[in-house]
């Protein structure tokens, strides 16, 4: 599980493109899961780990084009995957899910979303992510 045949026959674990919204500090109290991209991305680290496949690269992006280079950069048909977290995720990270989803399609590329709950935030879940996004070049690493 996790694995296709490569073509020089070996087995490749599939790769994940892990997609989270890029989602402004201002809409933190509104919305705060999409604003914590850490969380987003960590949903579909362990979406990923659950299947035995391999997060290859995370995106953080907020309207971004389906023929966006960086979406496609290095995606081989057939063996790597799309993730978000949810579709509301997908919605604000790219400029139409849409065509992305016709995109992929024709590329022979899976897209899936996570499908859990998103979590609940209190005050306390609020702020570390305020002082996480807020302070990136204080040294302040998150915890």
Known sequence: MGQLRGACGGLAPVRVTAIAS???L???EADPFLVDS???HAMCAWWAAERGYVVARELLVGGLRFDH???WDG??????VFVAPSRRVLERALSTVEEFTAECARRGVRV????????????????????RLSMPTAGYDGR
Request: with cysteine.
């Open 26 to 28: 201002e809409e933190l």
């Open 22 to 24: 890029l989602t402004p």
């Open 75 to 80: 995606v081989r048909s057939g063996v790597d």
């Open 112 to 131: 899936e979303t996570v499908g859990r709950a998103e979590p609940s935030y209190d005050a306390q879940m609020k702020a570390r992510v305020h002082r």
């Open 38 to 40: 850490r969380s987003q």
């Open 69 to 71: 280079c960086a979406l």
